[in-house]
C-alpha cells in the first residue's frame, strides 16, 4: 500500500508539472504575441485570409479594333479598366502609338475609379507618320499592366 502511495504521488507530481508547463507554454504564447509586434503582425498574416486583388484591363468591342493604318484617317476604340483591389484606385495610364521605333503618345491621363466599379474610356487617334505597322497600346503605368493591338498598311 506505501508503493501505491508512492506510485500516486509521483503521478500526482507528474500530472502538476505537465500542467504547469503547458500553463507557462500559454502564457509565454500570450505574451509573445501580444508584446511583440513581428509576431503578432506575422500570426496575422498567417492566419487571414486576404482576398485576391487584381485590376481587369480590356478593349471594348475587340472584333472591331482598327487594323489598317491610313495616314491622317480618324480611328477609335474603347478600353475599360474594371478596379478588383479592394479598394478604391486612383489608375495612372498612357495610350500610345509605337511605329518603326518611334512613340507617340495620344494621352496620359489618372482616372479615379471606385472599388468594384469601372470605366470604359473611349481613344481616338490618327496616325500622321509613314508606318508599315503599329501598335497601339494602353498602359497601366502604376500597375504594369499593358493591352495593345496592331495596325498595318492597306
Known amino acids: 500500500m506505501a508503493d501505491n502511495k508512492k506510485t500516486n504521488k509521483k503521478l500526482i507530481l507528474k500530472i502538476v508539472l505537465s500542467l504547469a508547463i503547458v500553463i507557462c507554454l ?3 504564447i500570450f505574451l509573445l504575441i501580444n508584446y511583440v509586434p513581428p509576431v503578432k503582425e506575422a500570426l496575422i498574416l498567417a492566419t487571414t485570409k486576404k482576398p485576391e486583388t487584381f485590376t481587369e484591363l480590356y478593349f471594348e468591342d475587340h472584333l472591331s479594333l482598327p487594323t489598317e493604318i491610313v495616314l ?6 474603347k478600353f475599360t479598366i474594371h478596379n478588383l483591389e479592394n479598394r478604391d484606385m486612383d489608375y495612372n495610364y498612357e495610350v500610345y502609338i509605337e511605329a518603326d521605333g518611334e512613340k507617340q503618345v495620344i494621352e496620359n491621363y489618372s482616372i479615379l475609379i471606385k472599388n468594384n466599379e469601372y470605366k470604359t474610356i473611349p481613344e481616338s487617334f490618327a496616325i500622321t507618320t509613314p508606318a508599315q505597322r503599329a501598335k497601339i497600346v494602353v498602359n497601366l503605368i502604376d500597375k504594369n499592366q499593358a493591352i495593345h493591338f496592331w495596325m498595318g498598311e492597306e
Open 26 to 28: 500559454v502564457a509565454g
Open 72 to 77: 491622317f484617317e480618324e480611328n477609335s476604340f
